[in-house]
């Protein structure tokens, strides 16, 4: 332990001194004057305890006090006054000015020692106890460093886990998804009432062979882009494509009483998409059936969601034996349709595993007004009007907007 002894008498300065080194505090610095004693202190010597004389010419000790306990590192440094005198305000002021104790001249050797004990336990304390706070502190900044890291890694997981949860969902249904998260098992389940639909680009490869590999796949993208927007729009799930081929479904994995008609609705704006952004170079054939089906997600590395059942087989067939530029469904897909919906009569055809089949061309949705002719000839041989839907120009009757005896154009039409 270093004390400082600051006086201005010589004899006082060594008496003190000599006192402390017979009581085993060796290590004591003497100051004859404040501005020596000041001088130590920004030093940097390490100093435990200050003796402080507190009448002195030039500045008293009250003042030198004042100036030790300014300087931030020697805030806590224990200054004992010594004094001659006991009159209160004296050591009022120097209480005030941070003094901590003091004694009277002649100092009484148990008392001076008793009190500067004291004075260097509670030193020891500061120190010890300044020494756990920053130890504390470098913890605590050590411990928010690696928050900040876990926080940033955990930023960036929730960055990646919202890259695979987008990447998952582009693969499968939202709710499928959900349950392959919570249980990894076999996904399978059967929907009673669905319909399939299934669309092919006519003729496709022969124009392949006639264009590069990039325009081809640029094709196709915006092709099949437009047609997973159409999918959206009417609350349908894409399940894959094949080629050149397109499949989606409506009633699953959330089963919805409408499916049939808002397939209905895609095929038709699919068509008239086609036929709009391509002006008949490239045509669709769309094949639609209704019925049960099974669903479920295979693969492990892979995933996809997929359906399986006669359903399928037959919606695939509808597409394959149909027409270009046309919408073909079975007899179960129009009677779900036939209420709303223009039909022509293809008659019995005979379908690849399936045998005859009788089937419909999809026209349109149907007008509010019906044309006279509608009796006797088939809604492709009606007038090219606004108020006819043909197959290359679906609209929608005018009832359903509000405005009577007239049709507005489907989505797109300018």
């Given amino acids: 332990m270093k004390i400082l002894i600051v006086d201005d008498s ?121 020494a756990r706070e920053q130890e504390l502190e470098l913890l605590n900044g050590r411990l928010e460093s690696v928050l900040t890291d876990l926080a940033e890694k955990h930023q960036l997981l929730q960055v990646e886990q919202e890259k695979s949860e987008r990447l998952l969902l582009n693969i499968l249904p939202k709710p499928v998804a959900q349950r392959l998260k919570q249980s990894p098992g076999v996904i399978a389940e059967r929907f009673d009432d669905v319909t399939v639909l299934f669309a092919d ?60 008609t808002a397939v209905a609705n895609m095929a038709l704006d699919m068509r008239y998409e086609m036929n709009r952004r391509f002006g008949g170079k490239l045509q669709v054939r769309i094949g639609l059936h209704t019925g049960p089906v099974v669903a479920g997600v295979i ?18 067939r509808m597409e394959s034996h149909g027409l270009a530029g046309c919408i073909q469904v079975t007899e179960t897909t129009y009677q779900r349709l036939k209420e709303d919906y223009l039909f022509e009569n293809r008659g019995s055809v005979q379908v690849k595993g399936k045998g005859k089949l009788v089937t419909y061309l999809l026209v349109g949705q149907k007008p509010l007004i019906w044309p006279a002719a509608a009796a006797t000839t088939s809604p492709l041989q009606w007038p090219q009007t606004p108020d006819y839907p043909l197959p290359d120009r679906p609209t929608v009757p005018a009832m359903r907007v509000g405005l009577p005896g007239k049709s507005v154009p489907a989505p797109g039409d300018k």
């Fill in 299 to 316: 693969g492990q590395k892979k995933f996809i969601y997929d359906l399986w059942g006669d359903t399928v087989n037959t919606a695939s």
């Fill in 10 to 130: 010589p004899m006082q300065r060594l008496a003190l001194a000599s006192l402390l080194e017979s009581e085993g505090y060796p290590n004591v610095l003497l100051a004859e004057s404040p501005f020596a004693a000041l001088r130590l202190l920004h030093q940097s010597q390490e100093i435990d305890l200050v003796l402080m004389d507190l009448h002195m010419p030039g500045m008293n000790g009250i003042e030198v006090c004042r100036q030790i306990k300014a300087i931030p590192e020697r805030h806590d440094i224990p200054i004992i006054m010594v004094t001659s005198s006991d009159e209160t305000e004296d050591l009022r002021e120097a209480f005030a000015a941070g003094a901590m104790d003091y004694i009277t001249k002649p100092p009484n050797e148990v008392e001076l020692l008793a009190r500067l004990r004291s004075a260097l336990n509670l030193k020891q304390e500061t120190d010890r106890r300044k």
């Fill in 201 to 260: 680009i006519v003729d496709f490869t022969p124009f392949s062979a006639n264009v590069s590999p990039e325009e081809l796949v640029s094709l196709l993208n915006d092709v099949f882009s437009l047609f997973d927007q159409l999918a959206e729009k009417h609350g349908l799930e894409k399940i894959k494509t094949i080629g050149d081929a397109y499949m989606a479904v409506g009633g699953l994995p959330t089963p919805v009483e409408n499916h049939a």
